[in-house]
């Protein structure tokens, strides 16, 4: 590990205050990889972009940045960050971030059992919960996937993933940058989204050369109608593109 650049923090920060007390029955969301908000434009894409939000998964999200003042002062959305490492010469952190309008009734995070080459930095999942109705809650799972390991073990982390999904009974969006770049990634992915009920959401998009050709972000659906998705190509402040989504909660 390269002990002089990173140190782990691998932990949960609250901030900002929620505006609404039950998410739905329309949500709109939005999912995106912000690549450390280290390109230009970004800030002005994302205050755009989330404008009409109601839920937001970021990944590559950082904290001790510029921005911070986007999530500790917002009255519209409570953030919820699962905190990876910290840069030691910039006191930058990296992780998972999730807003929403709703203040979430339960949220838990997990670490990657590995970590990732040279660095061995780790990936986080961050679950959280909103109240939909007075007896039913949207379990939410913002996840960032290990990269550039072995098969094995990248099935170690996809099985914390779905660990998070085994006690929920009631709908789920599952969503974030699942590093699926080979068949054999994707193909067990979606082999263990079936077993639970798991129905991926269809978009369309350009697949990019630096993810070799395949496409990363992916979102999966259960008991949540799919009234839209959209994929924003045309904004370039990432490595990722942002993905908009419009959901609807069923009677």
Known sequence: MLKSRYSKVESLKIMGSASKRIMGPNINVLLWNVFKCKKKGWQEDFVSLVRNKNLI??????????FDLHFNESQRHQWIMARSFRNIKTNIVTGVKTGAIVAANNHHFSVSAHGE??????KMLLATQYPISPVQSLLVVNSHMINFVS???????????FQALCQHTGPILLAGDFNTWNGRRLEYFNHLAASFLLEEVKLCRKPKLSHM????????CRGIEVIDA?????IHSSDHFPISLSLRTLN
Do not use: I
């Not at 998964?57 to 510029?66: D, G, T």
């Not at 080459?117 to 780790?122: A, D, G, V």
């Not at 050709?213 to 999966?220: A, E, F, M, S, T």
């Open 151 to 161: 098969f094995e073990k990248y099935k170690a982390h996809l099985k914390q993933v």
């Open 117 to 122: 080459p040279l660095t061995q930095t780790k």
């Open 213 to 220: 050709l395949q496409h990363l972000d992916h979102v999966y």
């Open 57 to 66: 998964l970021l990944q590559e999200a950082v904290l001790n940045s510029p």
């Open 230 to 234: 959209h994929v924003h190509t045309n």
